[in-house]
């Protein structure tokens, strides 16, 4: 039976967008920490159900979506990846700056992120980590691809739905190239790793240095 992989592929890759709709349509910002709040109990909530979904709909394991254990090499592919996110990420700034016409300057969303307590702004990179890669790449790349049988569509659909679903804290506009740029990397990796392990520590320590490190640099 195909529909659990359909309802599951709708939560996975629709609640960034449903959020929007339940009225929180425009540029957020993540120093709102009731918002954060909530966006961690939906990420999570999100996440258990498609979790169930998988065990009980489609009655299949774990490494289904790739969760396995990685080895030393896959270790060492993230942390490549990561390199070339921030890389990636540094172009698509300042193309995003060029585009714009402006100068360089942090987004409106990570303003007053130095206001938030760390712990929760650690808690926010780990829920980005863990259930973003889950529903984002795991579940939806294997899920999309196995319905479609194009690996290919398997990996665009949720690149392009990953980074369409912050244009709520980015706008649309130049503002999400480094946000699909990170998607880009993130898609590859899994890709390229097949193990949500390595991709979901990947996810974390990128959105760790950008909820710590980067706003000090901009204070």
Known sequence: MKWPSYVGLALAMGWPFALIALGHAGVAHLADRTLDINVLIREWSVSALVVAIIAFGERLTPASVGLRMPRL?????????????????????AIGSALSGGAASPPAAVAGLLSIPI???????????????????????????????????????????????????????VGLLPVLATAIALTI???????????????ALIDLYGLLVQPLAHH
């Open 73 to 93: 090499v896959d270790v060492g592919c993230m942390f490549l990846m990561i390199v070339a996110t921030f890389v990636g990420n540094g172009v698509a700034f």
């Open 119 to 173: 712990g929760l702004r650690v808690a926010m990179a780990l829920t980005a980590g863990i259930c973003e890669e889950f529903m984002s790449r795991g579940y939806a790349i294997e899920r999309l691809t196995a319905l479609t049988g194009n690996r290919f569509i398997g990996a665009a659909v949720p690149c392009i739905l990953f980074t369409l679903g912050h244009v709520r804290l980015y706008g649309f506009g």
């Open 189 to 203: 990796l899994y890709l390229w790793r097949r193990n949500l392990v390595v991709n979901m520590a990947a996810h």
